[in-house]
């Protein structure tokens, strides 16, 4: 027997889940982590120690419910933010890929939309790419806000207290006054 790394109840050896670092955890916990890792992605990878845990090894642990959802996310959260493709009708949102698989047009598989992967729109024939109209909305309303955009990810990012040093959830970190990165202004 071994105790659980999380709630240090003990475990028969064979029925835990060895992370690579030699910890242990019982099922309990690491579906409890799992799930927390599906909801959050400062989780990504799922690791131990700094030790990312092996995804084939996890798997067997879970419910079959829960497998495809984490395996979804999974291949979310591994790809770049700025590469990635979700759908865009507003009443589906899925995650589709990274547009650094080279397709040129990706169909939703949940609801037959059919997506540019350059422009991240709904596809357009014989038309060139377009800005977003819903993006231009927003970029002229983080403006207005006085928000400022990730430098690494692109993501819009809004500092409602503390100092100008911003670390993103893409682990860039920037000036949140001109955006530059961190330590590259005068700021």
């Known amino acids: ?11 028969r050896h064979s029925q835990g889940f060895d992370a690579p670092c030699s910890h242990c955890y019982c099922r309990g916990c690491l579906l409890s982590l799992v799930e927390a890792y599906t909801r959050d992605e400062t989780l990504h990878p799922l690791q131990c120690c700094l030790q990312p845990l092996p995804i084939p090894t996890v798997l067997p642990f879970l419910p079959s419910d829960l497998r495809p959802h984490f395996q979804d996310k999974f291949a979310e959260f591994s790809a ?13 949102s899925m995650f589709l890929g990274s547009s650094s698989d ?3 047009e990706i169909t939703c598989t949940s609801c037959a939309t059919s997506v540019c992967s ?12 377009a800005e977003n109209v819903q993006t231009l909305v927003v970029k002229s309303l983080a403006s207005r806000m006085g928000w400022q955009t990730c ?37």
């Open 118 to 129: 350059t422009c991240k729109n709904r596809v357009h024939p014989s038309e060139d790419c």
């Open 151 to 187: 430098p690494g990810c692109h993501a819009i990012v809004e500092l409602e207290t503390g100092c100008h040093h911003m670390t993103c959830r893409c682990s860039t970190q920037f000036c949140y006054l001109c955006a530059a990165r961190w330590k590259t202004c005068r700021h």
């Open 102 to 104: 080279r397709r040129s």
């Open 1 to 11: 027997r071994v105790d659980c790394i999380i709630c240090g109840d003990p475990v």
């Open 80 to 92: 770049p933010p700025p590469s990635r493709i979700y759908c865009p009708n507003l009443t589906c």
